[in-house]
């Protein structure tokens, strides 16, 4: 900590001294009384302003005539001694007063400048002829061995002592932090409301801390300042610099950055500390909202809106402070001292101006409260009609409960646009030209980007109205088919028998046909029906037998109404069989499918009928049936051609029985 300290106040000297020698030179000795329009080239010597010249002499300017005394005055510096230094003598002409030293005609003095000065020529003359000769032998007496020894000897004594200032710095505040630490738990209580604990005595055992730092640097600064303002004015090549904007610019800048990350830092602890203790203040500080009996607003619900108005207030206050801070940091340097001014109306200004018209708009505000009352309350009888019609304690004839909630929603948007269309005069700058044409834009905008959603709007009220479903009905749009799990005034959301979830424009919907398969199953029961085709050589009434025994044993199918069986054709090698059920579950209908056709095959099986379309111009000889082995008898083999009319031939009598031949 002590090496830092120390490279730091090292680093701010080096940049001190390292800007001084771009400052202005800015001392002023004698003005004349002039009239203010008139303006003056300075006669400046060791940035010392000596006296102003206004007129004209013959062809040189004012400017020209300064130029070149200045430069001649250097000269005598240069080249002069206190030793041989001669003092300035005026020798007088018709025209001129001229000032002399050692043979050079520094300056000549003409009748305008007396007139400009309100004073005679030669008084003018005797008078700036002193000024110089005791500012040159002022400047020589800086330049002299003497004197710079001297002002070494000082400087160097007050480098000694501003190193001891920093060592007795060193030596004593870190006893001071050490002191303030012992304090934490003995002098230093925590801040407390009632037997809570707000702030810890460590918080302010640290801000103690980081206060005695601040001071340290405080004293460090100063020293630093007051050391180069003392001793750059010893030397004369460094005491025309203007040194005390610049240092006062930076001596304030580093305790405004400071004293900026400080309460930075401070801030983001507070806070933090603040949300950290919010837990521990659940039934203490922080307790629910109740109306009579009832929890209106529980207690975690006020510590996360604690906690967020927290972060909230943390985000302004450190918006507050960079915006403070880059204020006074500009307002620190003349150069950037406008740009503060400036910075400060950017902020004020629409501050203010947001401020007035507040005051201006509260004549509104009670108009646009008392619609937005009167618009709520509406809204709160509305809704409660719709409830009860769609509870069906409310009926009107050809008015179906399931109607309550699209046309509460429909008659809301109504009444909110009325009221919205009634409150717009009132709002501010809705007369202004910005506001219309941002209005016609928006609702250009709204009229060609939206025809598919108000297309699609239009389709959900009418599907609406059309009841040809509901919530839960198991239906085939188009080529999609599953079970309604939502639908709004812009789409339909089917899911399907996988759990895929399909939405479905209104649009398209109504545009689709639509088969509801649950809309008469509540009533009737929806009919399934599947297909089988049976050879000629089945007794159609035993394949009737099975079908119906099939779909007795199957789960989720209706007793009554019974099932039935329908053939639809006599084909050339077999016929349709179509069993029809009765189900009161359409949602289940794969599941009932898959049932079914499990039972039918095992009725089938189990009475030794085949499932297939015999071509009897097929040859099957030594194939196997079809049929499970299970449900084969014990032995069985195929059989082969049986060709009678061979055997007679021979005189062989004609055998039956499995396996004979």
């Known amino acids: 900590m002590k090496s830092i300290y120390r490279i730091f106040v090292a680093s701010l000297s080096i940049v001190l001294l390292s800007g001084l020698s771009h400052a202005q030179q800015d001392t002023v000795a004698i003005v004349e009384q002039v009239p203010q329009q008139i303006v003056g080239s300075p006669i400046v010597l060791d940035g010392d302003t000596l006296l102003f010249i206004y007129a004209h002499l013959g062809p040189f300017s004012p400017q020209q005539r300064a130029a070149a005394t200045n430069e001649k005055l250097r000269g005598i510096v240069r080249a002069k001694s206190v030793e041989t230094f001669d003092t300035a003598r005026v020798v007088e002409t018709l025209s001129s007063s001229n000032i002399v030293i050692d043979s050079v005609v520094v300056m000549a003095l003409t009748r305008d400048d007396a007139l400009l000065a309100g004073r005679t020529r030669q008084e003018l003359a005797a008078e700036y002829a002193t000024l110089l000769t005791r500012q040159l032998y002022t400047s020589l007496e800086r330049y002299s061995t003497r004197s710079l020894i001297v002002n070494g000897g000082i400087a160097l004594g007050l480098l000694v002592l501003l190193a001891l200032a920093f060592w007795a710095l060193t030596m004593i505040f870190p006893r001071l932090y050490a002191v303030l630490e012992k304090w934490e738990k003995r002098i230093i209580p925590p801040i407390r409301f009632r037997s809570i604990e707000l702030i810890s005595a460590d918080s302010i055992t640290s801000a103690a801390i980081i206060l005695a730092k601040g001071i340290r640097l405080a004293i ?59 837990p521990a203040w659940k039934g203490t500080l922080i307790k629910p909202v109740r109306l009579k009996s009832a929890e209106i607003v529980s207690v975690d619900r006020i510590a996360e809106i604690t906690n967020g108005v927290s972060r909230g207030v943390q985000f302004v206050a450190l918006l507050v402070l960079a915006y403070l801070y880059v204020t006074i940091a500009f307002r620190s340097f003349e150069f950037t001292r406008t740009w503060s001014a400036t910075l400060f109306d950017y902020v004020t200004t629409p501050l203010w101006t947001a401020l007035m018209a507040f005051v201006d708009f509260l004549p509104n505000i009670f108009t646009i409260g008392i619609i937005a009352f009167v618009t709520f309350n509406l809204l709160k009888l ?47 700058g809705s007369d202004s030209p910005f506001f219309q044409g941002i209005s016609i834009f928006v ?43 939502e639908k709004t005034l812009l789409v339909t959301r089917i899911r399907t028998t996988k759990n895929v979830d399909i939405t479905i424009p209104n649009s398209m919907v109504l545009g689709s046909h639509i088969i509801n398969y649950s809309s008469s199953a509540r009533e009737m029961g929806l009919i399934l029906h599947t297909t089988v085709t049976i050879g000629y050589d089945a007794p159609w009434k035993k ?50 499918y898959s049932d079914l056709h499990a039972r039918i095959q095992d009725k089938f099986n189990e009475a030794g009928v085949e499932i297939m379309s015999p071509h009897y111009g097929a040859m099957r000889d030594g194939n196997r049936t079809t049929i499970p082995e299970d449900h084969l008898p014990k032995g069985y083999e195929p059989q082969g051609f049986r060709i009678a009319p061979l055997g007679n031939l021979f005189g062989e009598k004609k055998k039956t029985g499995p396996g004979k031949k």
């Open 382 to 428: 509305i809704r409660l009609l719709f409830t009860e019609i769609g509870r069906g304690t409310v009926s009107f004839p050809g008015f179906y409960p399931e109607w309550a909630g699209p046309t509460y929603k429909i008659v809301r948007f109504l009444v909110l646009i009325f009221a919205t269309i009634v409150i717009f005069p009132y709002l501010p």
């Open 543 to 592: 394949v009737h037998e099975l079908l119906i025994s099939a779909a007795k044993d199957s789960e989720y199918i209706l007793k009554v109404p019974k099932p039935f069986v329908v053939q639809t054709s006599l084909g050339d090698f077999y016929v349709s069989y179509q069993l029809n059920v009765f189900t009161s579950s359409p949602n289940l209908m794969e599941q009932i």
């Open 443 to 485: 609702g250009v905008l709204f009229s060609l980007g939206s025809s598919s959603a108000i297309a699609n709007v239009v389709a959900g009220v009418v599907i609406t109205y059309m009841r040809p479903f509901k919530i839960g009905d198991r239906v085939k749009i188009a080529d999609t088919m599953g079970d309604i799990v």
């Open 220 to 278: 460090s600064l100063a020293l630093i300042y007051a050391f180069l303002t003392y001793v750059l004015e010893l030397f004369p090549w460094t005491r025309t610099w203007d040194i005390s904007p610049i240092l006062g610019g930076v001596l304030v800048w580093v305790l405004v950055t400071v004293a900026a990350i400080s309460l930075f830092k401070g801030i983001n602890a507070t806070f933090r500390t603040l949300r950290n203790r919010i």
